[in-house]
């Protein structure tokens, strides 16, 4: 079993999964934000064309824990065959600025290391709410730019 994986089993063993305590759909992990009545969005983060190898293992942030009260959405994902899909239930409220960073971990120990790709977007998430990741071109991964281990948050919080 990959660590990053036996790091999720044991936070969903250690109660940290779904707000009904069943563990999360799709891997997927949201946390904060109050049901308040303020309409919210999912979203889609979709890799495609990636020249990584199948299995390469990306994580995905959405939000800023450092923002109090800020929803939150966090997965850990395989790429398989250059692409993956992951979607984020009524994580975003529409029109937000949202931090989405994506770390592909190339070997795998759930930290970013130096020349691991880092990939941020902080654009408004708006009537389209699915946001690409592409092989790179011009500086830019599809929607994302490149980024550094400063933007990935390592203390990801777990409630």
């Known amino acids: 079993m990959k660590k990053t994986r036996l790091t999720c089993l ?26 308040d009545g303020t309409p919210r ?7 495609e064309g990636l020249d990584l190898p199948t299995g390469t293992t990306a994580i995905i942030q ?8 800020e929803r939150l959405g966090h997965a ?7 692409a993956f899909s992951v ?19 190339l070997d795998d120990d759930g930290i970013c290391d130096d020349g691991e ?4 977007d902080t654009d408004a998430v708006d009537g389209g709410p699915t946001v690409v990741v592409r092989a790179p071109s011009d500086g830019a991964w599809g929607d994302f730019l490149v980024g550094t281990c400063a933007d ?4 990801w919080p777990t409630e």
């Open 152 to 155: 990935f948050v390592a203390d």
């Open 117 to 120: 790709p880092v990939l941020t």
């Open 76 to 82: 850990v994902v395989d790429v398989d065959a250059g």
């Open 41 to 47: 969005i999912d979203l889609t983060i979709a890799g």
């Open 62 to 69: 959405i939000g800023t824990p450092s923002h109090e009260g």
């Open 87 to 105: 979607t984020f239930p009524k994580v975003c409220e529409s029109g937000s600025y949202k931090q989405k960073t994506v770390l592909f971990d």
């Open 10 to 35: 044991v936070a969903l063993i250690a109660g940290c999964g779904a707000a009904d305590g069943a563990p999360p759909d799709n891997g997927v992990h949201i946390i904060r934000g109050a049901d």
